[in-house]
């Protein structure tokens, strides 16, 4: 046998492992689908006559054997009475097609680069029309007793389970890419660990990741990527944070970690201490002094210095803790990977409050003072900033509750995380074994 006859048997033979570690213990829909056949000679559709029953219409018409279909790719200039006329139709034909029943008329709307497939029965009528708005959509108009009929089909791609993993190198993003990640997973993976991990300043070689993912398919061949199914990210010091994309009672998905079921989403407070507003965001603001437009882009509590204390609005990592300019005593802290908050005019800074710290929602950040430029009493100045903006941190919408797993569906969950456990397992085996296998 040669090597890469060997590879290959080993890879087919995993992929069988795969399905049965996963019907096994799975009642979840993507862990047991199963391959559809293969497609076949699919590129004869391009040629404007053939015989050949397109591909879309299989899964959803049964198919006729004596129509005869003529196809043609949407250009722009085209329209419907030239592309009419060149399958061998009048615009009288075309008219009683648009002016059919249910949404037949949408036939009016043609994009380029669209197909439209004529259906013609033995006896020459047309039969049949077939716009293909996407890979996905098409409008399929039928002859009925009464005219025609028209009807937008929407196909459900089918979702396969695939993984990838990967060692830090340099970045995640780097790593991820090698791992063969395109950018928007990449990117969901970020969103998913962005509450715990900052994958700017957190992340280290040796650092390393897991991500079962949907690969999405139509007609058995490979057109996206679907969600992240689970994700799972291990520090160095071996640290395992573990996200598992979980469908409650109710239909509603989310990520959250076993085994207690938390939300990954981590809440945030509306306000950051218990103190009176002193002075409310306005970006119009006149100064006082200078009587100039000078906003205020944040949100004064006035309080006696000292107490009561400020608390970090939401987890994250201190971004900024020192002197910045005018804000005086600042603390800027960075909340998952686009919101920002910042704490000024602070009299001292909280105990173990520096660079690079991690905090919880509701620590203890510093104490309200007047250092900085300061007018009026002491008083926190705080500003709530998404991808650098300045919003009302007192209307800006919240990111929304991030409620854990409910005891009464713990048992539901817990049998989910087993199963997506074995999943990674039989995932990882198979991956490294493939690994040894290229590598003899
Ligand atoms: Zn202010």
């Known amino acids: 046998?040669?090597?890469?006859?060997?590879?290959?048997?080993?890879?087919?033979?995993?992929?069988?492992?795969?399905?049965?570690?996963?019907?096994?213990?799975?009642?979840?829909?993507?862990?047991?689908?199963?391959?559809p056949p293969a497609p076949e000679a699919q590129t004869t559709s391009e040629t404007s006559e053939s015989q050949i029953q397109p591909m879309a219409a299989q899964a959803d018409v049964a198919p006729e054997p004596d129509i005869h279909w003529q196809e043609f790719t949407i250009k722009s200039g085209d329209t419907l009475s030239t592309l009419f006329r060149k399958a061998g139709f009048n615009d009288g034909l075309m008219l009683s097609v648009i002016h059919g029943d249910g949404e037949a008329d949408k036939l009016q709307r043609l994009y380029a680069g669209e197909d439209i497939r004529f259906g013609v029965n033995s006896a020459g009528e047309l039969v049949a029309i077939e716009l293909q708005r996407s890979l996905l959509e098409s409008l399929k108009i039928a002859r009925t007793e009464d005219g025609f009929l028209g009807e937008t089909v929407v196909r459900e791609p089918e979702a396969r389970p695939a993984f990838a993993a990967g060692v830090i190198d340099g970045s995640l993003y780097l790593s991820a890419r090698d791992a063969g990640l395109n950018d928007r997973l990449t990117m969901e993976l970020a969103g998913i660990f962005g509450w715990d991990i900052d994958f700017v300043y957190d992340v280290r070689k040796g650092d390393s990741f897991e991500v079962v993912y949907e690969e999405l398919y139509i007609d058995g061949e490979k057109f996206d990527t679907g969600r992240i199914l689970s994700a799972r990210f291990i520090n160095r010091g071996g640290e395992d944070n573990l996200a598992l994309l979980y469908t409650d009672a109710n239909g509603e998905s989310d990520y959250y970690s076993p085994p207690d079921g938390k939300s990954m989403r981590k809440a945030f407070l509306r306000v950051p201490i218990n103190a009176r507003v002193s002075s409310p965001f306005n970006l119009q603001?006149?100064?006082?002094?200078?009587?100039?437009?000078r906003p205020h882009e944040g949100t004064d509590y006035a309080a006696p210095p000292g107490t009561p204390p400020i608390k970090a609005a939401g987890s994250g990592r201190v971004k900024f803790a020192g002197w910045k300019g005018g804000y005086g005593r600042t603390v800027v802290l960075q909340?998952?990977?686009?919101?920002?908050?910042?704490?000024?005019h602070m009299s001292r800074l909280g105990k173990g409050i520096k660079n690079g710290t991690r905090v919880k929602q509701g620590e203890t950040i510093g104490?309200?003072?007047?250092?900085g430029m300061v007018t009026g009493p002491p008083h926190l100045h705080y500003e709530f900033r998404i991808n650098g903006a300045p919003r009302n941190s007192r209307t800006v919408k919240l990111p929304p509750d991030a409620k854990p797993v409910p005891d009464s569906e713990m048992a539901r969950f817990q049998k989910f995380t087993e199963q997506r456990l074995a999943q990674f397992n039989v995932f990882r085996e198979s991956n490294q074994q493939l690994a040894l296998a290229s590598d003899n």
């Not at 060997?6 to 391959?35: F, H, I, N, P």
């Not at 909340?335 to 000024?344: F, K, P, Q, S």
């Open 1 to 35: 046998m040669s090597p890469s006859a060997d590879v290959e048997a080993k890879r087919m033979s995993y992929t069988v492992d795969l399905e049965q570690g996963l019907v096994s213990g799975a009642s979840s829909q993507e862990a047991s689908t199963q391959a």
């Open 335 to 344: 909340h998952g990977d686009n919101i920002t908050t910042l704490y000024a």
């Open 367 to 371: 104490y309200v003072g007047s250092s």
């Open 285 to 293: 603001r006149r100064h006082p002094v200078l009587d100039v437009v």
